[in-house]
């Protein structure tokens, strides 16, 4: 099971710890607390909720291309030959298409951070080496 502390998971979802807090403390997101007090968030849930917020979020700055994002895995469908992978970076939703082979190299699964790259109708990824 993967898991983020509260400011990668401010990070992955674009907002403040302090509104991941809120959020958690209102029960909009689910968390734990360990011993240390240390607020987690489970990688799946987190995925969950990315995808809640993104549909209440508005549509981004309308970035250029070249541009690279930081995103949770959100969904994936592996084929004989390729795999789609669905990605949430803050209000910004991608899908790849990318062969199996390389989602299987790279453990790609729901929960998952990723370095989103979009460059022209392509967008590959990569493991994200921020978490």
């Known amino acids: 099971m993967v898991s983020y502390r509260i400011g990668q998971a401010a990070e992955l979802l674009g907002v403040s710890t302090d509104t991941v807090r809120r959020w958690a403390e209102a029960g909009r ?10 607020r987690h ?3 799946v849930e987190l995925a969950r909720f990315a995808i809640e917020l993104a549909g209440s979020t508005p549509e981004g700055s309308g970035q250029s291309a070249r541009n690279r994002f930081v995103g949770i895995v959100t969904k994936v469908v592996k084929d004989k ?3 789609q992978v669905e990605i949430q970076a803050g209000p910004h939703r991608f ?4 062969t199996r082979e390389a989602v299987d190299e790279l ?5 998952v951070v990723l370095d989103v790259i979009v460059k022209a109708t392509n967008v590959g ?4 080496t921020g978490f």
Not at 30 to 37: K, Y
């Open 41 to 43: 968030f489970d990688g």
């Open 125 to 128: 990824i990569e493991k994200s």
């Open 81 to 83: 030959v390729v795999a």
């Open 29 to 38: 997101i689910e968390s734990t607390v360990g011993p240390n007090g240390r």
């Open 107 to 111: 453990d790609v699964a729901p929960g």
């Open 95 to 98: 899908v790849s298409v990318i």
